[in-house]
Nanobody, 123 residues
């Protein structure tokens, strides 16, 4: 079982910066994706950014150019650097650890989620 420990988040003014960190521990498969999703009040959870074990990244259009995701695979840690924050970035941010276990023609996918950390952008 994978455990996720999130840190960071808080209150920041528009235009400011915050950093979120998530460390995975426990028994995990080496082929994986780490990243962040977010959920604002009254909205569905949405992708923010992910990075796989090969270092390839995906960003949502809403954060592209403002957020940067990175990972330290030796420490099983992913960091989301958020710059130029806007009020619409306000949400609970959830860390995701996705295991991809190869099968003959596809993958078994298992998602593990953190408890979430609040990010509030307000003046």
């Amino acid at each position: 079982q994978v455990q996720l420990a999130e840190s960071g988040g808080g209150l920041v003014q528009p235009g400011g910066s915050l950093s979120l960190s998530c460390t995975a521990s426990g028994s995990m498969f080496e082929i994986n994706v780490m990243g962040w999703h977010r959920q604002a009040p009254g909205k569905q959870r949405e992708l923010v950014a992910t990075i796989n074990s090969a270092g390839s990244t995906i960003y949502s259009d809403a954060v592209k150019g403002r957020f940067t995701i990175s990972r330290d695979s030796a420490k099983n840690t992913v960091v989301l650097q958020m710059n130029s924050l806007k009020a619409e970035d306000t949400a609970v941010y959830y860390c995701l650890f996705r295991e991809l276990i190869p099968r003959p023609t596809d993958y078994d996918v298992t998602d593990h989620w953190g408890q979430g950390t609040q990010v509030t952008v307000s003046s």
